[in-house]
């Protein structure tokens, strides 16, 4: 006997056996439901005259049944509350197991988050409001692959004023994120050579070579990545305002450098500006993309300024890249999601984008400050004054991480961004001080002060 439990409350597929019996068969199949998980603590079950008049028993079959399973533990009745399913130990917390290296730890100063609980929920949800009352019937249809043309106004606006990008609505591809973008151009590219930063993110080097792209690495030095060691490739993958992981800002004659190459050899820039906005010491640095917009694919993000989780990008492509990124789009994913489109052009529209990014500046120079601060002269910090992460010079990562991770702190290590690691490269600690929530920040720096004093 087949039913679907509907109009109750609850919407479970149940499947009692019936050759044993009315009572037996519905008391296997709640049993099965509560261990299996697809009812979860806390559910709240039907009264016992509904559940028997939906699947056509007796209310005393129904009672007698759920009467069993809380004698065996698995329901809970209490008067004036119903029947709820109990909390039962999960298998991992009967036998619980320690793994090296999975341990939770206290303090996170990895980095590459920004401190999500600053995310501006108020904010969001008047922008959100405000974008639902606004939006037109179609917007809850397919859409543009190029994205909703209230966001890409909105970018045109905020790009050219904040970071000074020549952005056209019509160059603009919005989509899921930095990631899907890179893939997107790497498709369009079809099997080139890209040259990226060494060191630099090793994943963002593996969804090049997935979409087949080849990686050449190119070396970065105190004034960025170095031009004239670029060689026969069709693109670069550089991050100027703020260099991953050295942290170091691409030099004025590298800029100049890098973009009469683009133009003397038909190659690509693709500037990847993840957190161009967060500078501290002075106004924040220029795109490299306003020199040169004919030669540089733009790649900006909300992961920094708001959150991982909106899963939000853009893309100011050059004319001839356009339509064919645009194409790509469309047949990897169609569109991205819409509301969250309308709810981030509101807000920059109402300015409250730019209010956002002022008091996360702020609260990430304090951190910063901090930083200097309670280090003093233990370790140099490297990589100016900007972002979201600094880099510490150790001789040893190994048996700091080893340290740290004695004390539950969790740390980056430059080792690992490496093209290819090995014990003559550079040794240093990624120090994120974006991850920590504001109260947790201050004991996490004396973790990291002791473990350096070790």
Not at 69 to 89: D, K, W
Not at 147 to 171: C, D, K, N
Not at 429 to 440: A, I, K, W
Request: glycine letters at 10%.
């Amino acid at each position: 006997m087949n039913d679907f439990w509907s109009g109750i409350g609850v919407d479970l597929h149940l499947e009692p056996d019936a050759s044993a019996g009315r009572r037996a068969g519905l008391e296997k199949a709640l049993r099965d439901a509560v261990r299996d998980g697809r009812l979860a603590p806390g559910t709240r079950l039907p009264a016992t005259r509904r559940l028997a008049a939906e699947l056509g028993i007796s209310r005393g079959t129904a009672k007698a049944a759920y009467d069993q399973l809380v004698a065996e533990g698995y329901l809970v009745a209490r008067q004036g509350s119903g029947t709820r399913v109990a909390s039962l130990p999960s298998p991992s917390s009967e036998a619980p197991q320690t793994h090296a290296g999975t341990r939770t730890p206290r303090f996170d100063l990895r980095p590459g988050s920004p401190d999500v609980g600053a995310f501006p929920a108020a904010a969001w949800l008047r922008a959100l409001r405000r974008a639902i009352a606004t939006a037109p019937s179609l917007a809850y249809d397919y859409g543009d692959p190029r994205g909703r043309i209230e966001l890409r106004t909105a970018l045109s606006g905020y790009l050219g004023r904040a970071r000074g990008v020549l952005a056209p609505p019509e160059s603009i591809v919005i989509t899921s994120g930095y990631v899907q973008g890179l893939a997107l151009l790497t498709r369009v590219l079809d099997g080139a050579t890209l040259a990226m930063e060494d060191p630099g993110l090793p994943f963002h080097r593996e969804v090049v070579r997935r979409n087949g792209g080849t990686v050449l690495p190119v070396p970065v030095d105190a004034r960025g990545v170095r031009p004239d060691a670029l060689g026969d490739v069709a693109a670069v993958v550089v991050t100027p305002a703020h260099q991953y992981p050295t942290g170091v800002t691409l030099h004025p004659e590298r800029r100049r450098a890098l973009t009469d190459w683009a133009r003397t050899r038909g190659g690509l820039l693709v500037e990847d500006d993840y957190d161009g906005e967060f500078r501290y010491d002075r106004q924040p640095v220029g795109a490299v993309q306003g020199m040169a917009p004919g030669q540089v694919v733009y790649l900006g993000t909300a992961s920094k300024t708001l959150g991982p989780a909106l899963r939000l990008g853009w893309m100011v492509l050059p004319p001839h890249l356009a339509d064919a990124v645009a194409d790509a789009k469309l047949h990897s994913d169609h569109h991205t999601e819409t509301i969250g489109q309308l709810a981030l052009a509101e807000l920059i529209d109402s300015h409250a984008y730019d209010r956002h990014v002022r008091a996360c500046r702020l609260r990430y120079r304090r951190r910063r400050d901090q930083l200097l601060e309670r280090l003093g002269a233990r370790r140099p910090v490297r990589g100016v004054a900007a972002g979201l992460h600094a880099l510490i010079d150790v001789p040893d990562e190994a048996a700091v991480l080893a340290r740290a991770e004695a004390e539950g702190l969790a740390l980056g290590a430059l080792g690992k961004y490496w093209h290819t690691p090995g014990r003559d490269r550079p040794q240093g600690l990624v120090v994120g001080y974006g991850t920590p929530r504001e109260r947790s920040y201050p004991e996490a720096l004396e973790a990291l002060a002791k473990v350096l004093d070790a």
